[in-house]
C-alpha cells in the first residue's frame, strides 16, 4: 500500500558533464569542435539544480516523508565522476545511462526522451513528482532539454527559474522566473518540469563526510537499449571557429603622432 | 685576542656611524638634474615630476610614494621610469655622481616600507621595463625584464605547460624584479623552494652605474663566487635588478585542494606531519588560518564561506593544496588521507570540504589568499612576519593579544582583532594586528614585545617579508653583531656614497 501521495516527494534531476567553465577553451585544427582534452566537470547550471533538490529538502517540515533526490547522467564512463559530485551533494541516488567514449554528445531532443523513458521505468515503483534542469548547458548553451521533456510528458513547466516555493498540501509550486521584463510568477501543478537560473542559489561546497558517504551511495546502470532511445544525431555541425581577435590600441607620445595615425588608417579631416 | 675584538669593534662602529652621517650627506634631486633625466629617457612619459621644468601634479606621484598600507610615505618629487637597463644604467651613474638617493621600485607592495622613500630620494620604477627577452620550453628557463608582473608571466608560460616557481597574494601587480630583491616566499615556497634556488642569473645595475651581466640561463654555473646570491634578498641597497633568468617548474597535471576544520589548535602539528606522510611527493601547499582571520575573510567577500554546520566548534582551518601528474592517482591518495582522518579513533579534524571543479578550487584558495585583503578593509594593520616552531603559533598570537589587553588597548577603537594565519609547512606565521588607526600607543604596546617574543624562540623577525625600513631597528634580534658587521662592509663595498635605497635593511 503506498504511502498517501500528500506525503510523498520523488524529484529526478538529470545533471551533464560538460567542459569546465574555467577552462581556456581552443577551437580544434578541423574546426569541427574544441579541444575536448581538458577539465570537465558537472555543468553549473546543474549544480544550481542539485542544490535546489536538496534545499528543498531542507526546507520540509519536521516529520515530512523523506523526499528522494536521484541524480541522473547520459555520458561516456567517465560521467560517473559527475554523479558522485551529485551524490557527495545530497542525492540519495544515481542512474548512469552509459553511451561509448567514442559516440558523439548527446543532444537535447534524445536526452528529453530518454528521461521520459525513465520517468516511465519508475512509475513501476514510485512517480517522479519534479523534474529540475539546468536551463542550459554551458558547451552547447541549447536551452531546450527541459522544455522538450515538459512537451513529451504533458507535463507544466517553469522554465529559468530564481525562486522555488513548493505547496505540499496543495501540490503544487510557485515559480519565480527571470524573464526579460523583470521578474513571473506561475504557479505549476505537480507533476512538473523546472529549469534553473543562475540566482536561484549558490551550490555549496562537498563537505568530506558526504564525499565518504557517496562512495557507498548506489548507482543504477542502464544502456540506450534498455530505455528503447536512440541518441542518433539529427543536427550536424558545420564549423567551429573562434570570435575575431581583438585588436590593441596604441598609445602614442603626441598629437603630431594622433594626426598621423588617424591619416594613415584613412580619417581626413572634416 | 682583545686587541682584535678592539679593533672589530671600532671598525663597525666607524661603519655604522658612516652609514648614518652618509645619509645626511646625500643631495636632493634638482630641477637641472631633472631636467637632465628628461633629456637622456627616451619618452616622456618616463619623467614623472612636481619640479618646475616638469611640472607633474602632485597627486600623480601619490602611488609611488605611498606604500601599499598607507602606512608609509615618502616625500619624492621626482619618479623615473626607464625603458632600458642602459637607460636605468645612465640614471644610476648620474645619481651616483650627484650624491642623489635612489629607492628602486617595482610593483610597489611590499609590507615593510622598502619601496618607498624615506625622504626625497628619487623613485627609479621598473614598470616600463615589461619584455619577456626569451622563454625555452624544454628546459622552463625563462628570461624576463624586471618590471614584468609576476601574474603576466605566469599567464606567459602557461600555454607551455610550465609555471611560475611562486604564487603570492599580489601576484596582479607585485613584479619579478621586486620578487627576487626581496626574496619573496609565497604559497609554492614548500613544494619549489626559496627564489635563492630558482633563479638562475641576473642583470643588475651596481650602485656606480656597471651594468652586472649574469643573466646566464644555465642550471649548473660553479664558477667563481655566486654574487647574484647577494643580491636576492638584499631589498634593492646593493643594486637594481633589471633582469631575471628563472627556472619554470611543469605545471602540475592535477591539482585538488581541500579545507580542513580542526576543533583545536594543538592539532595542525600531527596533522601535518599525517599529511606529509600520506600525500608526499604531491603535497604543494598546507596553509594554516585561524578562526578570526577566516571569519574576516568571510566577512569582507573574499570568497564563498562553508556552511555553518561545517565551520561549527573550528578553532582554525588548514588548507593542503595537491598537485601532481596524474589526477587518479592524486585523487586516490587524497581520499585516502581523508578517509583516514575522518575514520581515527581520535579525529584530528571536525570535518573539511573538497573542491569539485576549478571554481571551488579557486574559491577555497580565495579565502586564504584573501585574509590580507580583508584585513586592509577591516583596519590598520601591523604586520609581523615571523619564522617560529609550529608548535608556539597559537601561543604568540594569544600573548600578543594579551599584551594588549593588559594595555587596554584591545577594543574597537583601537586594536580591533589580533589574528594569525600562514605557511606552517614553511614554520612562517603571518601575525596581524588591526587597529582603527595606526598610534604612537599601539606601536610601543607591540615593538619590542613581539621581537622579544620571537628572539626567545630563536625565531626570525621577518621570514619573508624583509626589513625595508620597519625593521631596520630590530634586525638585531635575529642576527648577530658579526652577521650585521659584515652586511655593512659589503654595503660599503657596492655603495660606497650610500645612495642605493638609503636607510633600508641596515640602519
Known amino acids: 500500500m503506498r504511502p498517501s501521495p500528500a506525503r510523498w516527494l520523488n524529484i529526478l534531476v538529470p545533471v551533464k558533464r560538460a567542459v569546465d567553465y574555467a577552462v581556456k577553451i581552443r577551437v580544434n585544427p578541423q574546426q569541427t569542435g574544441v579541444d575536448m582534452n581538458v577539465k570537465h566537470s558537472m555543468n553549473p547550471f546543474d549544480e544550481i539544480a542539485i542544490e535546489e533538490a536538496v534545499r528543498i529538502r531542507e526546507r520540509l517540515p519536521k516529520g ?8 541522473l547522467t547520459i555520458g561516456p564512463p567517465k560521467s560517473v565522476e559527475t554523479l558522485r559530485t551529485a ?3 545530497g542525492a540519495d541516488n544515481a542512474i548512469h545511462v552509459e553511451i561509448p567514449e567514442s559516440a558523439p554528445a548527446p543532444e537535447p531532443l534524445g536526452v528529453a526522451k530518454a528521461i521520459r523513458a525513465i520517468i516511465d521505468k519508475q512509475k513501476e515503483k514510485e512517480n517522479v513528482d519534479m523534474v529540475i534542469l539546468g536551463k542550459q548547458a554551458i558547451d552547447d548553451d541549447l536551452g531546450q532539454t527541459g522544455q522538450m521533456l515538459a512537451g513529451l510528458l504533458g507535463w507544466g513547466q517553469a522554465t529559468y527559474a530564481s525562486k522555488v516555493e513548493l505547496d505540499l498540501e496543495q501540490r503544487n509550486a510557485v515559480v519565480t522566473r527571470e524573464i526579460d521584463g523583470g521578474l513571473e510568477q506561475v504557479r505549476v501543478r505537480f507533476p512538473m518540469i523546472v529549469t534553473t537560473d543562475l540566482r536561484l542559489n549558490e551550490p555549496r561546497y562537498a563537505s568530506l563526510p558526504n564525499i565518504m558517504k557517496a562512495k557507498k551511495k548506489p548507482v543504477t546502470k542502464l544502456t540506450p537499449a534498455d530505455l528503447g532511445v536512440s541518441f542518433e544525431p539529427q543536427m550536424e555541425v558545420l564549423k567551429v571557429t573562434e570570435p575575431p581577435k581583438r585588436v590593441g590600441g596604441a598609445k602614442v607620445d603626441s598629437v603630431d603622432e594622433l594626426v598621423e595615425k588617424l591619416k594613415a588608417a584613412g580619417f581626413t579631416a572634416v | 685576542m682583545s686587541r682584535l675584538w678592539h ?12 652609514n648614518s652621517t652618509l645619509s645626511s650627506r646625500l643631495s636632493s634631486i634638482t630641477d637641472a638634474d631633472a631636467l637632465h633625466f628628461a633629456k637622456i629617457l627616451s619618452s616622456p612619459t618616463s619623467v614623472l615630476s612636481t619640479l618646475p621644468s616638469i611640472s607633474t601634479p602632485p597627486e600623480e606621484l601619490d602611488i609611488y610614494n605611498n606604500d601599499w598600507m598607507g602606512k608609509y610615505r615618502g616625500k619624492a618629487t621626482t619618479v623615473l621610469k626607464p625603458k632600458t637597463t642602459q637607460e636605468v644604467s645612465e640614471i644610476v651613474k648620474w645619481c651616483n655622481d650627484r650624491r642623489i638617493g635612489i629607492v628602486p621600485q617595482g610593483g610597489n607592495t611590499g609590507l615593510v616600507g622598502g619601496s618607498v622613500p624615506l625622504r626625497d630620494e628619487v623613485i627609479l620604477s621598473l614598470s616600463n621595463m615589461t619584455q619577456v627577452r626569451s622563454f625555452d620550453p624544454v628546459s622552463g628557463i625563462l628570461v624576463a ?19 611560475m616557481p611562486l604564487d ?27 627564489l635563492h634556488g630558482s633563479v638562475l642569473g641576473l642583470e643588475v645595475v651596481l650602485p656606480d652605474g656597471t651594468i652586472l651581466d649574469q643573466l646566464n640561463t644555465l642550471r649548473k654555473d660553479n664558477t667563481g663566487y655566486d654574487l647574484k646570491q647577494l643580491f636576492i634578498g638584499a631589498e634593492g641597497t646593493l643594486g637594481i635588478i633589471t633582469g631575471v633568468s628563472i627556472l619554470t617548474p611543469p605545471a602540475p597535471q592535477a591539482s585538488n585542494n581541500v579545507i580542513l576544520a580542526l576543533p583545536r589548535f594543538e592539532n595542525v602539528l600531527p596533522l601535518y606531519k599525517t599529511v606529509k606522510r600520506q600525500l608526499s611527493e604531491i603535497l ?18 573574499q570568497g564563498r564561506a562553508l556552511s555553518e554546520e561545517e565551520v561549527e566548534g573550528a578553532e582554525c582551518f588548514v588548507l593542503v593544496e595537491t598537485s601532481g601528474g596524474r589526477r587518479e592517482h592524486d585523487e586516490e591518495k587524497l581520499n585516502d ?9 581520535e579525529p584530528l579534524i571536525n570535518t573539511g570540504v573538497l573542491a569539485q571543479n576549478p571554481a571551488q578550487f579557486s574559491s577555497l584558495w580565495a579565502l586564504r589568499e584573501g585574509v590580507t585583503e580583508a584585513v586592509s578593509k577591516e583596519g590598520k594593520a601591523y604586520k609581523y612576519d615571523i619564522s617560529v616552531p609550529l608548535s608556539t603559533f597559537k601561543e604568540c598570537v594569544d600573548r600578543t593579544r594579551e599584551q594588549l589587553r593588559s594595555k587596554g588597548l584591545l577594543n574597537e577603537d583601537q586594536v580591533k582583532a589580533v589574528i594569525g594565519y600562514g605557511h606552517v609547512g614553511d614554520g612562517n606565521l603571518h601575525l596581524n594586528v588591526i587597529a582603527k588607526a595606526y598610534t604612537p600607543e599601539i606601536q610601543n604596546a607591540l615593538e619590542p614585545f613581539v621581537y622579544e617574543l620571537v628572539a626567545s624562540h630563536r625565531g626570525s623577525v621577518s621570514a619573508e617579508h624583509g626589513i625595508g625600513a620597519m625593521k631596520t631597528h630590530a634586525l638585531h ?7 650585521i658587521a659584515w652586511m655593512r662592509k659589503i654595503k660599503a663595498i657596492f655603495d660606497p656614497n650610500g645612495i642605493m635605497n638609503p636607510g633600508k635593511v641596515l640602519e
Not at chain 2, 581523508?338 to 579513533?345: F, I, N
Open chain 2, 168 to 194: 603570492l597574494g599580489a601576484k596582479g601587480s607585485c613584479q619579478i624584479g621586486g620578487n627576487v630583491s626581496t626574496n619573496a616566499g609565497g604559497l609554492r615556497l614548500l613544494r619549489y623552494g626559496s
Open chain 1, 87 to 89: 551524490l557527495a551533494m
Open chain 2, 7 to 18: 679593533w672589530s669593534r671600532r671598525c663597525s662602529l666607524i661603519f655604522s656611524r658612516h
Open chain 2, 284 to 301: 604543494s601547499a598546507f596553509e594554516f588560518i585561524d578562526r578570526t582571520a577566516y571569519d574576516l575573510a568571510v566577512k569582507h567577500g
Open chain 1, 64 to 71: 515530512s516523508e523523506p523526499l528522494t533526490i536521484t541524480a
Open chain 2, 145 to 163: 625584464d624586471a618590471g614584468c608582473i609576476l601574474q603576466s608571466l605566469t599567464d606567459y608560460v602557461a600555454p607551455h605547460n610550465h609555471i
Open chain 2, 337 to 345: 588521507l581523508l578517509e583516514s582522518l575522518l575514520e581515527a579513533d
Open chain 2, 477 to 483: 634580534y635575529s642576527k648577530d653583531e658579526t652577521s
